[in-house]
């Protein structure tokens, strides 16, 4: 296994202030594809890395310059 810098993990209130949806569009999105899959932190715990919120949300600024 590679040693990779992992950056913070966020839970899903902090992924709400930083995106602006809801936990209803978070996981319907998730569902969609669209929008990055939390990683499972224990039974019932999940985050997400931020790392790839902030490429998803570098994504629809790309998205919407075009």
């Known amino acids: 296994m590679q040693n990779q810098s992992i950056g913070p993990l966020l839970?899903?209130?902090?992924v709400e202030a930083k995106v602006g949806l809801k936990k209803s569009e978070i996981?319907?999105?998730v569902k969609?594809?669209?929008f990055p899959a939390p990683i499972k932190l224990g039974a019932r715990a999940v985050a997400w890395p931020m790392d790839?919120?902030?490429a998803w949300v570098k994504?629809?600024?790309q998205?919407?310059?075009?």
């Not at 839970?11 to 902090?14: P, Y």
């Not at 998205?63 to 075009?66: K, T």
């Open 32 to 34: 969609l594809g669209t």
């Open 52 to 54: 790839a919120l902030d």
């Open 59 to 61: 994504a629809l600024i």
């Open 63 to 66: 998205q919407a310059a075009q």
């Open 11 to 14: 839970r899903l209130s902090s």
């Open 27 to 29: 996981y319907r999105r």
